[in-house]
């Protein structure tokens, strides 16, 4: 091989790494109005319903826990796959796809066929968490859309409810998230509710629970399986709409309300954290938003692999 052709292909390789590499301002010439278009959707899709930020936020995570960011939790069922929304950690859970929608047709209108779903996703959970009093980040921008989704990949790599710390850190750890990582991004349950069937186990089963705080949550979960499963409790008693702390001061308190919240404040390596985080908002707050940029990260497609959806319910 000549040393021409040697420095060519160097040159090609650093050029598709660049090109494989996310940035904060990639959409900057292709669609200027992307930012303030997101935000006024996430805005007023929050002013009629609160808790949808939280929802958002939570499609964010469910998506790149699942082959990456990548938007597959988006795609409806098709012939060939059975969607992650119908996985058992999204079925009759996961939610805000509507807003999805609304923002991608109000994108499309904007710059026709340039920005992906997986980058309205990210925009939008970011937009959620500024909205609800939370910290702000430059968000990473280039990722494409799959063209598939794996409910089998869903259903074992989103983390239960019932995990103990040991799974969580292994499955964070796995997709190169730290045990830091773990516990900040745990703190998105400062916003949000569960349903009676994530939590019925811990409110009547558990030792490391404030007893008050297990009486009033038992009020409406029903211990007999089958009866109010969907009942909701806020993931935060204190400040459910509210994006703070509270979340880690509850935990101090045995009052995380799921199993693998309470996990983060039981005798373990992670109590040093959650105490730190309860006791110092702004520690939280930028290590939460360093978290989200690491976890955007997880294995995007880029350059020509996935494709830009026209509708983020279905593969063009």
């Known amino acids: 091989m000549s040393r021409l052709t040697k420095i060519t292909l160097f040159v090609l390789v650093i050029i598709g790494s660049a090109n494989a590499q996310l940035s904060t301002n990639f959409y900057s010439s292709s669609c200027p109005k992307l930012s303030s278009t997101v935000k006024s959707s996430v805005q007023s899709a929050i002013s009629k319903e609160t808790r949808i930020g939280a929802s958002i936020l939570r499609l964010f995570f469910h998506d790149c826990f699942v082959n990456g960011c990548d938007g597959s939790i988006l795609l409806d069922d098709t012939s060939s ?12 859970s996961a939610r805000g796809f509507e807003v999805i929608d609304n923002i991608k047709t ?8 340039v920005v992906s779903c997986a980058d309205i996703l990210a925009i939008a959970a970011a ?7 939370g910290p702000t980040w430059n968000v990473k921008l280039g990722r494409r859309d799959a063209k598939t989704a794996s409910q089998s990949a869903a259903n074992t790599g989103i983390p239960a409810p019932t995990s103990n710390l040991n799974q969580l850190t292994s499955r964070f750890s796995a997709l190169g998230l730290s045990t830091k990582d773990l516990v900040a991004l745990s703190g998105a349950h400062t916003i949000g509710q569960a349903r009676c069937t994530n939590f019925r186990a811990r409110i009547y089963n558990e030792t490391n629970i404030d007893t008050s705080f297990a009486t009033t949550r ?13 009942n909701l409790a ?8 509210s994006f703070d702390n509270n979340y880690f001061k509850n935990l101090v308190q ?11 404040f039981n005798g373990g390596s992670t109590n040093s954290i959650v105490s730190g985080y309860s006791t110092n908002p702004s520690s939280f707050s930028s290590d939460f938003a360093a978290a989200m ?24």
């Not at 796959?81 to 009759?92: G, I, L, M, V």
């Not at 935060?236 to 709409?241: G, S």
């Open 254 to 264: 045995k009052k995380g309300l799921l199993h693998s919240d309470q996990q983060l």
């Open 234 to 241: 806020p993931l935060d008693l204190q400040t459910p709409t």
């Open 81 to 92: 796959f059975t969607a992650e929304k119908n996985a058992n950690p999204n079925r009759n």
């Open 218 to 230: 038992q009020s409406n979960c029903p211990k007999a399986s089958g009866s109010g499963d969907n």
């Open 293 to 316: 940029i690491k976890m955007g990260d997880i294995s995007p497609l880029t350059g020509s692999n996935g494709e830009i959806r026209k509708n983020c319910r279905r593969k063009n």
């Open 127 to 133: 937009d959620s968490v500024a909205i609800l009093g």
């Open 106 to 113: 109000a994108v499309e209108n904007a710059c026709p066929g």
